[in-house]
Nanobody
């Protein structure tokens, strides 16, 4: 069973930066999957943040475009999210997620849907104070 473990969350002031990491326990399945970050703000539903397809295409939510950068390292089985210019609206529990084996190309609509993902991390808290 594949496991995902997030790290790097914490507290930061508005305008600051944080870098989240997600380590996958299985390299083969990681390389054959699309991976993504979602977040659950306080009192709200979990929402899409960013995704990378198996072929390397990158998609972002409009709310984070230009501030967040998603990347993957298939050699190290890791997914990262560099978050800059953070605002209190970014406060949330952040989750990494991995699809089952998938084609190289997948659309933004597909990868922004939580139903595409079969494996989730436990989440890491990010708190941004004003």
């Amino acid at each position: 069973q594949v496991q995902l473990v997030e790290s790097g969350g914490g507290w930061v002031q508005a305008g600051g930066s944080l870098r989240l990491s997600c380590a996958a326990s299985s390299g083969r399945t990681f390389r054959e999957a699309a991976v993504a970050w979602f977040r659950r703000p306080p009192g709200k539903e979990r929402e899409f943040v960013a995704a990378i397809s198996r072929g390397g295409e990158i998609y972002y939510a409009d709310s984070v475009k230009g501030r967040f950068t998603i990347s993957r390292d298939n050699a190290k089985n890791t997914l990262s999210l560099q978050m800059n210019n953070l605002s209190p609206d970014d406060t949330a529990v952040y989750f990494c997620a991995q699809t089952p084996r998938i084609a190289y190309f997948a659309s933004r609509d597909y990868l922004a849907n939580q139903a595409a993902y079969g494996t989730w991390g436990q989440g890491t808290q990010v708190t941004v104070s004003s």
